[in-house]
């Protein structure tokens, strides 16, 4: 029987939520596996995001993981911004990657897991710890999307570090396919309390159509809020928009951290509307959510997560001038008679936790 704990290192970007989403789903499935995983999280994601999202074991280490790419607003990137917290970032200080080494080396973790914070897979080199890189796309990638000399220098040096992981996972939707250790399908948190019991905390009756406004991790005003007060018989739910709970007639305004978990939010309602962003993308896929999604002009993630969209799922692009403006509601009954699709299919986190249990020979004895 497993009684000691197995502790692993786990660094995340913290550019939105999205990747800490996914990390958060696969240590619940690898804790699903072996409850008796301690994880050791290193991000600048806020601490409750974990405390909400992770059902296992867990310490916070509050670090600065991944510069990424800063944000001017939830759609759209600023070079500038991120060259210079690139410049302050890289090259890695040797005597900060000595130091997360020597925590790693103390907590005594057997592996370093990382969603594409490159910070990781340099500290497990430095702590002689294998490393496994988690990601749909790299920043090296992102970066030579935009076309800026000025980034070519940082994008070669993340390139080699994200070259030096020992194990390599790759999770659908995939922005560029290379040579991979495990390939899986979407990760996604699972929700926790059946639809009828989230509407009805929220105050929605049973029958009332119920449309999911979300931007991520990102906090964004939305010119159109009083546009939706003109559709009397569907309720909008609107995450990310205030400090406080606010309702408002047929409007729910919610703060990023509040009584409900945002998996629970996307499988009580009938329609998604918001950024296409890794996260959202994978749990409405697997909550089979139409998803009325708004692209990124200039992330280069942007077309991979449409295409997925259009072919794996039900959707509608959205334009990003006419989400801002409130014209995008004039596809909201086309959305609305979208079907929703019935999902049998496995989450990627529960192959991670699958692959990691067969492949890294550890066990917590």
Same mark, same amino acid.
């Given at each position: 029987?497993?009684?000691?704990?197995?502790?692993?290192?786990?660094?995340?970007?913290?550019?939105?939520?999205?990747?800490?989403?996914?990390?958060?789903?696969?240590?619940?499935?690898?804790?699903?596996?072996?409850? =008796?995983?301690? !994880? +050791?999280? !290193?991000?600048?994601?806020?601490?409750?995001?974990?405390?909400?999202?992770?059902?296992?074991?867990?310490?916070?280490?509050?670090?600065?993981?991944?510069?990424?790419?800063? @944000?001017?607003?939830?759609?759209?990137?600023?070079?500038?911004?991120?060259?210079?917290?690139?410049?302050?970032?890289?090259?890695?200080?040797?005597?900060?990657?000595?130091?997360?080494?020597?925590?790693?080396? @103390?907590?005594?973790?057997?592996?370093?897991?990382?969603? *594409? =914070?490159?910070?990781?897979?340099?500290?497990?080199?430095?702590?002689?710890?294998?490393?496994?890189?988690? +990601?749909? !796309?790299?920043?090296?990638?992102?970066?030579?999307?935009?076309?800026?000399?000025?980034?070519?220098?940082?994008?070669?040096?993340?390139?080699?570090?994200?070259?030096?992981?020992?194990?390599? *996972?790759?999770?659908?939707?995939?922005?560029?396919?290379?040579?991979?250790?495990?390939?899986?399908?979407?990760?996604?948190?699972?929700?926790? *309390?059946?639809?009828?019991?989230?509407?009805?905390?929220?105050?929605?009756?049973?029958?009332?159509?119920?449309?999911?406004?979300?931007?991520?991790?990102?906090?964004?005003?939305?010119?159109?809020?009083?546009?939706?007060? +003109?559709?009397?018989?569907?309720?909008?739910?609107?995450?990310?928009?205030?400090?406080?709970?606010?309702?408002?007639?047929?409007?729910?305004?919610?703060?990023?951290?509040?009584?409900?978990?945002?998996?629970?939010?996307?499988?009580?309602?009938?329609?998604?509307?918001?950024?296409?962003?890794?996260?959202?993308? #994978?749990?409405?896929?697997?909550?089979?959510?139409?998803?009325?999604?708004?692209?990124?002009?200039?992330?280069?993630?942007?077309?991979?997560?449409?295409?997925?969209?259009?072919?794996?799922?039900?959707?509608?692009?959205?334009?990003?001038?006419?989400?801002?403006?409130?014209?995008?509601?004039?596809?909201?009954?086309?959305?609305? #008679?979208?079907?929703?699709? #019935?999902?049998?299919?496995?989450?990627?986190? +529960? @192959?991670?936790?699958?692959?990691?249990?067969?492949?890294?020979?550890?066990?917590?004895?």
């Amino acid at each position: 029987m497993k009684t000691s704990r197995l502790h692993l290192a786990y660094f995340i970007s913290p550019h939105g939520f999205g990747h800490a989403a996914r990390a958060a789903a696969v240590m619940n499935a690898l804790s699903a596996l072996d409850p =008796a995983i301690h !994880f +050791e999280i !290193f991000t600048r994601v806020p601490r409750w995001f974990f405390a909400d999202s992770v059902t296992a074991s867990f310490t916070y280490h509050d670090t600065l993981t991944d510069i990424g790419m800063a @944000q001017s607003d939830a759609l759209r990137e600023n070079v500038p911004q991120t060259l210079r917290n690139l410049k302050a970032f890289l090259p890695f200080r040797r005597a900060f990657v000595a130091e997360l080494a020597a925590r790693v080396k @103390q907590l005594q973790c057997a592996r370093v897991l990382c969603d *594409i =914070a490159p910070l990781g897979i340099a500290v497990a080199r430095a702590a002689a710890v294998p490393s496994i890189l988690i +990601e749909n !796309f790299t920043w090296d990638w992102i970066y030579a999307g935009y076309r800026d000399a000025r980034l070519a220098k940082p994008s070669a040096y993340l390139r080699a570090i994200f070259a030096q992981a020992n194990a390599h *996972i790759q999770t659908k939707p995939v922005c560029r396919s290379t040579s991979a250790d495990l390939v899986t399908a979407p990760v996604s948190r699972a929700p926790r *309390i059946a639809a009828k019991k989230i509407r009805a905390q929220l105050g929605i009756p049973a029958r009332a159509k119920i449309v999911l406004i979300t931007m991520g991790g990102m906090t964004m005003q939305h010119p159109f809020l009083d546009q939706l007060h +003109e559709w009397h018989s569907i309720y909008f739910v609107v995450p990310g928009a205030t400090r406080a709970p606010q309702t408002n007639g047929n409007v729910i305004l919610l703060p990023h951290r509040s009584t409900f978990y945002h998996p629970d939010l996307i499988y009580a309602s009938n329609v998604v509307i918001g950024k296409a962003g890794y996260s959202t993308v #994978a749990e409405a896929y697997h909550a089979g959510m139409p998803f009325g999604y708004v692209p990124r002009e200039k992330f280069r993630e942007s077309p991979t997560m449409a295409k997925f969209i259009m072919s794996e799922m039900r959707g509608i692009e959205i334009p990003a001038a006419r989400f801002a403006s409130g014209a995008w509601l004039a596809a909201l009954p086309a959305l609305l #008679a979208l079907p929703r699709l #019935a999902r049998n299919h496995i989450n990627g986190a +529960e @192959q991670i936790a699958h692959w990691f249990d067969q492949t890294q020979r550890i066990t917590s004895h």
